[in-house]
């Protein structure tokens, strides 16, 4: 599985973004997908995570009720809307996706095998 992330950019605070995660090489419809980020001089955190099936998502406390992750089957891609950013948002983004099939969402970066390059988000003060 390839994964490109796409639809970062430089943002005032309180704007929105949409990030895009697209795979290619087989369908993810199976597997549960995350969103992580790096910000400048930290390690990587969990963001967000969506189950195979959808039915379930989970969130970092920092991005609850801000971000929504979403995942459309049929163009084999998985989304994250993000709303009221903040500067702290700023990080590079990256998408992830669990090997094995039929699983939920996870906050651990070990469970993810399937890793896109990563999307860099900016947000100004």
């Known amino acids: 599985v390839q994964l490109q992330a796409s639809g970062g950019g430089l943002v005032q605070a309180g704007g929105s973004l949409r990030l895009s995660c697209a795979a290619s090489?087989?369908?993810?419809?199976?597997?549960?997908v995350g969103w992580f980020r790096q910000a400048p001089g930290k390690e990587r955190e969990f963001v967000t995570s969506?189950?195979?099936?959808?039915?379930?998502?989970y969130y970092a406390d920092s991005v609850k009720g801000r971000f929504t992750i979403s995942r459309v089957n049929a163009k084999n891609t998985v989304d994250l809307q993000m709303n009221n950013l903040k500067p702290g948002d700023t990080a590079v983004y990256y998408c992830?996706?669990?090997?094995?099939?039929?699983?939920?969402?996870?906050?651990?970066?070990?469970?993810?095998?399937?890793w896109g390059q990563g999307t860099l988000v900016t947000v100004a003060a």
């Open positions: 992830a996706v669990r090997a094995a099939s039929r699983t939920g969402t996870s906050y651990l970066e070990s469970d993810y095998h399937y």
């Open positions: 090489g087989r369908p993810i419809s199976m597997n549960a």
């Open positions: 969506i189950s195979w099936s959808a039915t379930s998502t």
